[in-house]
């Protein structure tokens, strides 16, 4: 029966986040793409991150997804279809989009939906930095884009790069992410993508080797066994709330003042525009936050 429970709540914890992925107002490339007019399909984008993807490889959209972030300014007047989890099949169809967009976390819900419907889906792979840069690529590729895709990559490999080469010079810190909704949180293992960004920015995430699973319930017992140097606290969905609801835990909670990361102060809330579910565009800005929290002088304890 508990593990019944667990299973439920991943579920429904990462259906929710899913429909929380970030926008990026600050990424810009070294060069402003060049319109192109080889781009033949039209494409309906059903989540914020395929959105801002398109922007960025200068794409035109027949279809949005209906957001309380700000999507780009050039998708203004485009026609929204809907929350991300659950878009509007019938506006998709009369769109007649040649294909839509979704996110690979969403497949299992989606992907059955859309075939009754008659519509073709792709499942973005944006889990890890890697899988997105290969998705990048291809839809480059796939559009006449490629240029504009090569270049958008090569600049997160870059960052990437240099994070690594710092990293190899500093003591890896260890790092416990907890992934909060309104009313309950999970822990978020290397196979997240949160984890991968801390992998990638030289972290060692105290939850590891567990199969593929993104997220676990949570077991703060065992976690302050770990005893992480740093902890990060992902607020998604209502982020107001769930700042709120980790602020109240922490207080309430009497194991988390024996950590020492709560001991040195080295707690942190992500910032929801960088810190996504699954990969963005505003990748650059996130490793720029977790180099300064790894790597930066340490706060005063709460």
């Known amino acids: 029966m508990k593990y019944k429970k667990e299973a439920l709540l991943c579920a429904a914890l990462a259906g929710v986040l899913a429909a929380c992925q970030p926008t990026s107002e600050r990424f810009q490339t070294e060069e402003e793409p060049q319109a192109s007019d080889e781009q033949e399909e039209r494409i309906v984008a059903t989540t914020v991150s395929a959105v801002e993807l398109a922007d960025a490889l200068n794409l035109d959209l027949a279809g949005i997804p209906t957001s309380y972030k ?98 190899e010079n500093e003591e890896p810190p260890t790092v416990l992410i907890l992934m909060g909704v309104p009313g309950s949180y999970l822990v978020a293992t ?73 001991q040195t102060g080295r707690v942190y809330d992500l910032e929801e525009l960088l810190f996504g579910t699954t990969g963005n565009i505003a990748v650059m800005e996130a490793m720029d936050e977790l180099e300064q929290m790894f790597y930066g002088e340490e706060e005063q304890p709460l």
């Open 70 to 167: 700000d999507l780009p300014e050039r998708y203004k007047e485009v026609t929204e279809i809907g929350n991300p989890m659950s878009p509007d099949l019938e506006q998709i169809r009369q769109l007649q989009g040649d294909v839509v967009w979704s996110v690979t976390s969403l497949q299992s819900d989606l992907e059955e939906p859309f075939s009754r419907a008659g519509i073709e889906a792709e499942f973005l792979d944006f889990q890890s930095v890697a899988s997105m840069n290969e998705e990048i690529k291809q839809i480059g590729a796939k559009y006449g884009r490629a240029e504009e895709a090569a270049q958008l990559v090569q600049s997160f490999e870059k960052r990437a790069d240099e994070l690594a080469s710092r990293a």
């Open 190 to 262: 290397e196979h997240s993508y949160v984890g991968d960004l801390v992998k990638l920015a030289g972290g060692v995430n105290v939850i590891e080797g567990e199969q593929e699973a993104e997220y676990l319930a949570s077991n703060t017992e065992h976690l302050q066994k770990a005893n992480p140097d740093i902890i990060l606290r992902a607020a998604h969905g209502m982020p107001d709330e769930v700042v709120e609801m980790f602020n109240e835990e922490f207080k309430t909670n009497d194991i988390w003042k024996h950590f020492n990361a709560v």
